[in-house]
């Protein structure tokens, strides 16, 4: 009898003892699955965020899509590499109703209608009539582009770039004529000979071209009212003549400075459109 208890007493002692480690376990797997279980949420709720910062950037790209379509209304490329908006076709195609039959002589592309839509609007919207064309003063309208070149003796004292008073009558009138349209752009070209020139404040003829440019557009900008935004100011040396160096005749000829008016043409017949409304 006496052995029998000895007996069951070590049953229930081992059987108590198998039962704690498996206890122990438990609670270990029990931790490491809690530590694994919360790595995930953290893991989840940093791949939401991800997710919602990409998807944000993706939402802003469509919007700025959709806004860039809804201005331009799809820009179309043609066959001859011109790009217009849709807008700017349509508005393009009203001005040529009004353009006579034999302006569309020579008219073949989408470029070639594009210039002779501007042409004739540039035309009829800006008055060049009070330039009127000398020895000293050159105009040349070339379908969308009014070119203006004037003599350096008009402008300027021999390699000086400071703006001379005779000027004032002419740069004057430029003016008008610029502010008489507001979707143009206006590029003045310095434009030198070839004699070499060095002083203390002109470098070369790059830097002369440069420099009388510039002061024909802070003369149109601040004597005239020429909004800045419209002028672009550039320097070409002696690189572009119009005649031999070989004279002082033709150096004379090539010292000028060409005023060109360009068009935006976007802009041109958007604004055609609401002066015809």
């Known amino acids: 009898?006496?052995?029998?208890?000895?007996?069951?007493?070590?049953?229930?002692?081992?059987?108590?003892?198998?039962?704690?480690?498996?206890?122990?376990?438990?609670?270990?797997?029990?931790?490491?699955?809690?530590?694994?279980?919360?790595k995930t949420k953290v893991e989840k709720e940093d791949l939401e965020a991800k997710f919602s910062a990409i998807q944000a950037r993706v939402d802003q790209y469509n919007k700025k899509i959709n806004s860039l379509t809804e201005e331009n209304n799809a820009k179309l490329v043609q066959a001859d590499g011109t790009v217009i908006s849709e807008n700017t076709k349509k508005n393009m195609r009203e001005t040529l109703k009004k353009v006579p039959p034999a302006y569309f002589v020579n008219v073949k592309t989408l470029k070639d209608s594009m210039n002779l839509a501007v042409s004739y609007n540039l035309k009829?919207?800006?008055?060049?009539?009070?330039?009127?064309?000398?020895?000293?003063?050159?105009?040349?309208?070339?379908?969308?582009?009014?070119?203006?070149?004037?003599?350096?003796?008009?402008?300027?004292?021999?390699?000086?770039?400071?703006?001379?008073?005779?000027?004032?009558?002419?740069?004057?009138?430029?003016?008008?004529?610029?502010?008489?349209?507001?979707?143009?752009?206006?590029?003045?070209?310095?434009?030198?000979?070839?004699?070499?020139?060095?002083?203390?404040?002109?470098?070369?003829?790059?830097d002369l071209s440069v420099l009388r440019a510039t002061s024909v557009v802070r003369k149109l900008q601040d004597d005239y009212n020429v909004a800045p935004e419209k002028l672009i100011a550039a320097g070409r040396s002696f690189y572009h003549p119009l005649a031999e160096n070989d004279t002082k005749e033709n150096r004379a000829t090539n010292r000028r400075t060409r005023i060109v008016i360009l068009p935006n043409i976007d802009k041109f017949f958007a604004l055609m459109a609401s002066n015809e409304q």
């Open 1 to 38: 009898m006496k052995k029998l208890s000895i007996t069951l007493l070590a049953v229930v002692l081992l059987s108590s003892c198998v039962s704690k480690k498996k206890y122990v376990a438990l609670e270990t797997e029990n931790g490491q699955l809690k530590s694994e279980l919360t």
């Open 124 to 206: 009829n919207s800006m008055d060049t009539t009070s330039l009127e064309e000398d020895e000293d003063i050159a105009i040349d309208i070339n379908e969308t582009v009014v070119m203006i070149s004037i003599s350096d003796k008009m402008l300027f004292n021999s390699a000086s770039y400071k703006v001379s008073s005779k000027a004032n009558d002419i740069l004057q009138k430029i003016a008008n004529v610029i502010n008489s349209e507001p979707s143009v752009e206006v590029m003045v070209e310095g434009h030198t000979d070839s004699k070499s020139i060095r002083t203390s404040s002109i470098a070369d003829n790059w």
